[in-house]
């Protein structure tokens, strides 16, 4: 196993200080234990906040450091005011909500990015200066976005996994963040983005579409030469620990105690941080409606909130404990006597073994968040039933539902049918409960943290590294080798490559400076150009007919070598397909506003440059898919490009004008071949032993070298020309 180095806003420690000096304790969170084991057994390292050390005295600090040592934890020192704008600010004033859905909850000025920005930067240097050839690296949370960017700038060729452990909103949530595509290329950083649930998963490739444009093939897309995996990994709980937890004597003794003081009374927990999250509100007013539409159940019910504070500095959070206040006493005033209450409201921390009394002793647990990315207490709840007893009532908007199907999945937004749902749990016969917790009990215990963690990471390190990128400076050793050659071979694409793509294909004509580079390369001594592109000969011949370069048209279909001469097409290349395909291309064409067909001498293409990026994306999916199901075996090949689908005989590609244009060639010659897409890498593939590829663009490549697209291959060129 590889070292293991973990990454995440917060160290899994707790600081205390007393009387008696510092000590570090280890949390007891899913993350912290599910992510132990493997921390040990790599030997790696876990970088984080420790929490406010600020008031440690400097030999306090200095114990402190010692044992974070001993664990293995690598702290990094937040200020105050990094801890207020970094952590209080952007991540949880803007990407908490942001992502939970609560737009009306950001505030209106963007301040504290720059400050986010910096302290992941600060965190980025100490992974790298932390990092060794070999090791894992593993990034948690919304706090850390960009980290994987940043990471893969300073270690290209280190393996990076990200996992996201809150929902991550539809694309059109998402798209209304001001640094919207900062964030998304910084997960990009990553080899593998890990999210809850395949809905987040489907989000988040919506979103790659809608601002970037890059499509998501199954579960791989492709940026800057590299591809990324995405994947739905569910995190799970120690369920074993819960288990064992529920059966402890101190435990089942406080349970006892529980329904003691209960008798004749059916108990509903809930357990929840008290966050707006949650629904805690709504909770209460579908327990106020239930004692109010059914009075029998008037002093038989006895609902349990436990509310575990949580961001108390932020305003928004102590408005939303006076609301639940508020409600917690309007309901145990209309319906609470001298002797009891409806409704008992605990605000405060709860520790494992309190929490799992109150777990095996309650009848219903609700678990409503109108938002969440997974929610544990759900888990924990059916783990902390080795009795096979218990309803578990679950938002449909917790990551937890795509899980836990046996739970009574409720829409939180909707108070009445979470009444019903309350009501049909207190009373559920007793076969019918067993046999839903059994199945749920079954679910978590499978697929509990330790198969989270190990599903991740096993996944990780198998994906390939990518080889390493030549950065477009890289570019200048191909240079040299040009300038050396005795002889040059230049061949050169089109679009994409000599100019960017154009909204239609014929806005794409050359302009003059194009002109007169290619004009100048062709005198340049001992060199020969040649121009391979997909377009047809008519428009290759009234765009660059005059210069003196070899033009190469529909991938090699047509040639002409010289100025003048006929041009001539590959032998035996069919065209009676073109009549089964062109209805199917033009009825695809005439259902998306803004596409286009384009009709070639031996191919056909659907263009969609100017359609609606993700609409665009979906039907070109669904014409490839149409089109080889009805091809498969035929003698057509199906070739994806940018935002086009082309139809062309089986065998007509590139590669095919190398062998021509190289018969002959003079001892000495250096081939060089540059272009942009798919069709360019079967160009690549064909040339001689010794010859250079250069790719334009970041996509992925069997070219050793790199430039960023038409403007720096312009400027590639024109180095090798005189002064």
């Known amino acids: 196993m590889s070292r293991l180095l973990l990454v995440s806003n917060r160290l899994p420690v707790t600081v205390k200080s007393d009387k008696d000096g510092v000590s570090v304790v280890r949390s007891a969170g899913g993350l912290a ?18 929490g406010d050390v600020s008031r440690l005295t400097p030999p306090q600090r200095a114990s402190v450091e010692a044992q974070l040592a001993e664990l293995r934890c690598v702290p990094i020192y937040l200020s105050a005011s990094e801890v207020g704008r970094f952590y209080e600010g952007y991540s ?64 290209p060729q280190a393996r990076i996994g990200y996992f996201h452990h809150i929902p991550f909103p539809s694309s059109e949530i998402f798209r209304s963040l001001p640094h919207r595509v900062e964030l998304v290329r910084g997960l990009l950083g ?11 998963v489907r989000h988040f490739a919506s979103t790659l579409m809608r601002l970037l444009g890059l499509e998501t093939v199954v579960d791989r897309v492709e940026h800057e030469g590299r591809e990324v995996r995405l994947g739905a990994f569910p995190m799970g709980i120690d369920a074993q620990a819960f288990e064992n937890l529920a059966n402890d004597a101190g435990v089942l003794e406080e349970v006892r105690v529980h329904r003691e003081k209960s008798p004749g009374q059916r108990l509903v927990l809930g357990v ?58 309007r309901i145990n005033g209309l319906y609470g006597g001298v002797h009891n209450v409806p409704v008992h409201y605990l605000y405060r921390t ?79 016969p007793q076969e019918e409960r067993r046999t839903r917790m059994r199945t749920l009990r079954a679910r978590v215990k499978e697929y509990d943290v330790h198969w989270w963690v190990r599903s991740f990471l096993e996944t990780l390190e198998s994906t390939p590294v990518a080889p390493p990128r030549v950065e477009p400076a890289g570019a200048e050793v191909a240079l040299e080798r040009m300038r050396q050659a005795e002889r040059l071979l230049l061949l050169i694409d089109y679009d994409g490559t000599l100019v960017p793509f ?14 007169d580079l290619l004009q100048r390369l062709s005198i340049r001594p001992d060199t020969q150009v040649h121009i391979v592109s997909g377009r047809t000969k008519e428009t290759l011949e009234a765009w660059l007919g005059a210069l003196p370069v070899g033009l190469h048209a529909e991938h090699g279909l047509w040639s002409r070598s010289a100025p003048g001469q006929q041009w001539k097409a590959l032998d035996g290349v069919p065209t009676d397909w073109k009549a089964l395909v062109r209805p199917v291309l033009e009825s695809f064409a005439a259902r998306v506003p803004g596409a286009l067909v384009e009709e070639k001498s031996a191919s056909l293409a659907w263009h969609y440059r100017q359609v609606d990026r993700v609409f665009g994306a979906r039907q070109a999916m669904e014409l490839r898919l149409h089109l080889g199901e009805v091809f498969a075996h035929g003698p057509l090949e199906v070739l994806p490009g940018d935002k086009v689908v082309e139809v062309r005989a089986r065998g007509v590609n590139k590669g095919r004008v190398v062998g021509t244009i190289t018969e002959g060639m003079a001892p000495g010659t250096l081939v060089v071949a540059l272009g942009d897409d798919r069709t360019d890498e079967d160009l690549f593939a064909a040339l001689p032993e010794g010859s250079l590829a250069i790719h334009a663009g970041g996509k992925k490549t069997r070219a050793r070298y790199r430039v ?7 400027q590639l060129l024109a180095a090798l020309l005189p002064g």
């Not at 030997?43 to 984080?48: F, N, Q, T």
């Not at 209106?108 to 690296?137: C, H, M, S």
């Not at 990553?190 to 987040?200: K, V």
């Not at 997974?374 to 679950?394: H, Q, S, T, Y």
């Open 502 to 515: 154009a909204p239609r294909p014929e806005l794409a004509a050359p302009d003059v400076a194009l002109l």
């Open 92 to 155: 949880n004033q803007v990407l908490w909500p942001l992502c939970h859905y609560f737009l009306d909850r950001i505030p209106r000025q963007d301040r504290d990015w720059d400050v986010y920005r910096k302290v992941n930067e600060r965190f980025a240097d100490l992974v790298a200066r932390q990092y060794q050839p070999g090791d894992t690296i593993w990034v948690h949370d919304y706090q850390l976005m960009l980290v994987p960017a940043l990471l893969r700038a300073r270690l």
């Open 33 to 50: 234990t599910g992510l132990r084991g493997p921390h040990e057994r790599s030997g790696g390292v876990w970088i984080g906040w420790p």
């Open 272 to 329: 929840d941080r008290l966050d707006y999250t949650k629904g805690i509100p709504r909770r209460l007013l579908a327990v106020q409606r239930l004692l109010e539409r059914e009075p029998a159940w008037r002093g038989r019910l006895r609902f349990i909130q436990v509310a575990v504070p949580s961001r108390t500095g932020v305003a928004d959070y102590s408005a939303y404990r006076e609301k639940v206040d508020e409600l917690v006493g």
């Open 708 to 714: 960023d697209g038409p403007t720096e291959v312009r």
């Open 190 to 200: 990553a080899d593998l983005i890990g999210f809850h649930t395949h809905t987040y």
């Open 350 to 428: 709860f520790n494992e073994k309190q929490l799992a009394a109150l777990y095996r002793a309650a009848d219903v647990m609700l678990v409503t968040p109108i938002r969440d990315g997974m929610n544990l207490v759900a888990k924990e709840f059916c783990a902390a039933r080795p009795d096979e007893d218990g309803v578990l009532i679950l938002s449909e908007f917790a990551g937890a539902a795509d899980e836990l199907g046996d739970a009574m999945i409720v829409n939180p937004y909707d108070v009445e049918s979470m009444v019903d749902a309350l009501e049909t749990a207190l009373e559920m």
